[in-house]
């Protein structure tokens, strides 16, 4: 299974805004720091607003910011909320499937999975803080030093 664009832009945003949680964030700063389409994040955002992840201020000092503690915010919960659905196989036109035991292994395995993001936190994905800063801020989408 690959997770989605959409769900690795939402992530993407959460961690940026849990990594700079002392002010707002912008879209346009996120957009920069990762090389992504500011329009596109904008669907994001929205979206992670709407889901209670993320909260907007409008307005010429506005922004965005967690909506609660990155702790509070799990890493299965969003992925849940990104993602469509979670059959890794259609199996319902198989002739085999009334006898066949790969419907089982695969619903195992995508619960192993959601297991695995249930068990972390935004907050555990920010490993070294110091450094994920300095990767994201003032950068280009090519690394370049931005004036």
Do not use: W
């Amino acid at each position: 299974m690959r997770l989605t664009r959409y769900t690795d832009y939402s992530l993407r945003v959460l961690i940026h805004l849990a990594l700079h949680d002392e002010r707002l964030c912008s879209i346009g700063e996120i957009s920069r720091a990762y090389g992504i389409s500011h329009n596109h994040l904008m669907k994001v955002v929205n979206a992670l607003a709407h889901d209670g992840f993320v909260e907007t201020l409008r307005g010429r000092s506005g922004g965005m910011r967690l909506a609660r503690p990155a702790q509070d915010i799990g890493v299965g919960e969003v992925v849940r909320r990104t993602e469509e659905g979670f059959q890794l196989a259609d199996c319902s036109g198989c002739s085999l499937s009334p006898a066949c035991g790969l419907t089982g292994v695969l619903s195992k395995g995508v619960q192993a999975m959601l297991a695995v993001f249930d068990a972390y936190s935004i907050a555990d994905l920010l490993t070294d803080r110091d450094t994920m800063r300095r990767l994201t801020v003032g950068q280009s989408p090519l690394g370049m030093e931005l004036e």
